[in-house]
């Protein structure tokens, strides 16, 4: 079936500094790439879509300018998360349409001290 | 806009069944079911589409009622491995988005 190898599984940072998130697709080509954030005991939320060779679209309340995107190829979608604080600690995941549904990469959690 | 999961959460012996519900206010395309353990990414368990079908896996098995913009998770003779969030994904057109439900925690107890 369809892969979606996301990295890093997990990372720590500090507060201030930017952390950036890959998501590649392994056997298809991934023109649309979703990005999701998950605070603990929450369900997932969808911060952006990613097309390649065009801007994301934001979900209403979620900074652009905060969280990069960028979908450089049609396997590779990236998310950047700027100045990050304490606030951004969250699970995030990614997920490409493909032939059977939808995809998901196995998720980074993210911690900023 | 978010589909509706009840219950929020339910605690079951082992053996015993569940219904976990989804309902969404808008026509839907296709309903998704999902399975998460803690600390872990979402696993599929299956996808629905409108016309109104069941599928299973196992003991655990959905249905999706059109009219009522519904869909039903089964867990029948649950096993100590069904324990985990269920979450619904909702989409309304083809390669749209997903939208997930609030989610529902599933507990199963020897």
């Known amino acids: 079936g369809a892969v979606v190898s996301q990295h890093p599984s997990w990372v720590i940072c500090k507060s201030g500094t930017s952390v950036k998130i890959e998501c590649r697709s392994l056997?298809?080509?991934?023109?649309?790439m979703f990005w999701y954030r998950q605070f603990p005991k929450q369900s997932l939320m969808l911060m952006a879509t990613?097309?390649?060779?065009?801007?994301?679209?934001?979900e209403q309340g979620v900074e652009k300018d905060k969280f990069l995107i960028n979908h450089a190829s049609l396997t590779l979608s990236t998310l950047t998360v700027t100045s990050a604080h304490p606030e951004d600690s969250s699970f995030y995941i990614c997920?490409?349409?493909?032939?059977?549904?939808?995809?998901f990469g196995s998720g980074t959690r993210l911690t900023v001290v | 806009q978010q589909p509706v999961q009840s219950p929020q959460a339910v605690i079951l012996r082992e053996g015993e069944d569940a219904v976990i519900n989804c309902s969404s206010s808008?026509?839907?395309?296709?309903v998704h079911w999902y399975r998460q353990k803690h600390g872990e990414a979402p696993v599929f368990l299956m996808i629905?589409?409108?016309?109104?079908e069941q599928k299973g896996h196992d003991k655990i098995s959905a249905s999706f009622n059109e009219k009522k913009q519904q869909s039903s998770l089964y867990l029948t003779a649950s096993q100590l491995s069904y324990s985990g969030t269920y979450f619904c994904?909702?989409?309304?057109?083809?390669?749209?988005?997903?939208?997930f439900g609030g989610g529902t925690r599933v507990l199963v107890k020897p």
């Open positions: 997920s490409a349409p493909d032939v059977y549904g939808y995809t």
């Open positions: 056997d298809f080509q991934a023109t649309t």
């Open positions: 990613s097309n390649e060779g065009s801007k994301a679209t934001y």
């Open positions: 808008k026509a839907l395309y296709s």
């Open positions: 629905l589409l409108k016309g109104g």
């Open positions: 994904g909702t989409e309304y057109a083809a390669g749209n988005k997903l939208t």
